[in-house]
């Protein structure tokens, strides 16, 4: 299977905890983004990495959150001290540029993760 | 910063087209995207429209944009109970980051 991976597919930890969630992004691909979706709504984006270099970030990305992707490859999202509203599901997408101009996102299957 | 709004249901009998609409704020996203996710499956592609075209049709699926008013739609023809998921648009913006509405959930019945 050469899609996107994701790893654990569901996480449950005590709130106060530290998480790290994996994503094997698509071998060939330079850019990897993190989304997080909550029940009932779209994906939001959480950080964009092109390479090894983490380019942006969003405003829901507080400081409990941290990503990186050493390598350039596979790249980690850790939640440090887990608070009940992290409960949601972690997307992982890579993309590189494609024949019809666009910059497609694959996206994993997720990781859920569930604060008790 | 760009914000996306949908409907959120949409019931549909087998057979028959599926519409489901779509508005946004910023006009400075260069493609708009439609995905589709299924219970338990990740979120797929199923096509998007670069912003200066007005339709795109691919198979059972046409996307129409209207710049003027904001507001993308995907039709779907003769829908089929394979159809039934939650579509969400999205936008595009820095880094061709996506910006997605909440999602409609399609509901096919025989």
């Known amino acids: 299977d050469t899609g996107v991976s994701q790893d654990p597919r569901h996480k449950i930890t005590k709130r106060g905890q530290n998480v790290t969630f994996r994503c094997d992004p698509i071998?060939?691909?330079?850019?990897l983004y993190w989304y997080r979706q909550t029940l009932g709504q779209g994906p939001e984006f959480l950080t964009y990495?092109?390479?090894?270099?983490?380019?942006?970030k969003s405003r829901l990305l507080s400081d409990r959150f941290s990503a990186e992707r050493p390598k350039g490859s596979f790249s980690t999202l850790e939640i440090q001290r887990t608070e009940q509203g992290d409960s949601a599901m972690y997307l992982c997408?890579?993309?590189?540029?494609?024949?019809?101009?666009?910059?497609?996102?694959?996206f994993g299957p997720g990781t859920r993760l569930t604060v008790t | 910063g760009e914000d996306v709004e949908q409907s959120l249901f949409l019931s549909v009998r087998e057979g028959d087209s599926s519409v489901i609409n779509c508005t946004y704020t910023d006009s400075s996203s260069t493609y708009l995207y439609w995905y589709k996710q299924e219970p338990g499956a990740g979120l797929q592609l199923l096509t998007y429209?670069?912003?200066?075209?007005d339709m795109k049709q691919d198979q059972r699926l046409t996307v129409l944009l209207n710049k003027k008013d904001k507001h993308l739609s995907l039709r779907i023809a003769d829908t089929q109970t394979g159809d039934s998921a939650i579509y969400f648009c999205a936008g595009s913006g820095g880094y061709n980051k996506l910006i997605f509405g909440a999602g409609t959930r399609l509901a096919v019945h025989p």
């Open positions: 997408a890579s993309s590189s540029f494609g024949g019809q101009g666009i910059y497609e996102q694959y």
């Open positions: 990495f092109q390479n090894e270099a983490q380019l942006e």
């Open positions: 071998s060939e691909h330079n850019r």
């Open positions: 429209i670069f912003s200066n075209m």
